[in-house]
Nanobody, 125 residues
Framework: QVQLVESGGGLVQAGGSLSLSCAASVGRTFSSYDMGWFRQAPGKEREFVVAISRSGGTIYYADVLKGRFTISRDNAKNTVYLQMNSLKAEDTAVYYC?????????????????WGRGTQVTVSS
């Protein structure tokens, strides 16, 4: 079983930065899991933000976020991070961490079978 707990959300002004963390409790080695971040704004579908492969060697970003968001992982700490810079009002959403222990497309929401409860990010304009 995998449990994911996000933290680091909050209220920030446009142009500011936030750093999210996702701590994983896993039944096997954390490095066995691809990790992703998704977000869901009110009234919208949950959308892909960024993902990192289990080794950290492959990273995919949503095109619109490339250059502002950075994902990283520390397999020794069972944690994945999302650094968000130059935040915009449209980045306001609940951000979810996800994990997958199977082979597949890491940018695909259906690839993930474990999800955290999410952390709210609000960007004021």
């Amino acid at each position: 079983q995998v449990q994911l707990v996000e933290s680091g959300g909050g209220l920030v002004q446009a142009g500011g930065s936030l750093s999210l963390s996702c701590a994983a409790s896993v039944g096997r080695t954390f490095s066995s899991y691809d990790m992703g971040w998704f977000r869901q704004a009110p009234g919208k579908e949950r959308e892909f933000v960024v993902a990192i492969s289990r080794s950290g060697g492959t990273i995919y970003y949503a095109d619109v976020l490339k250059g502002r968001f950075t994902i990283s992982r520390d397999n020794a700490k069972n944690t994945v991070y999302l650094q968000m810079n130059s935040l915009k009002a449209e980045d306001t959403a609940v951000y979810y961490c996800a994990a997958s222990g199977v082979v597949g497309s890491i940018s695909n929401r259906g690839h993930y079978d474990y999800w955290g409860r999410g952390t709210q990010v609000t960007v004021s304009s």
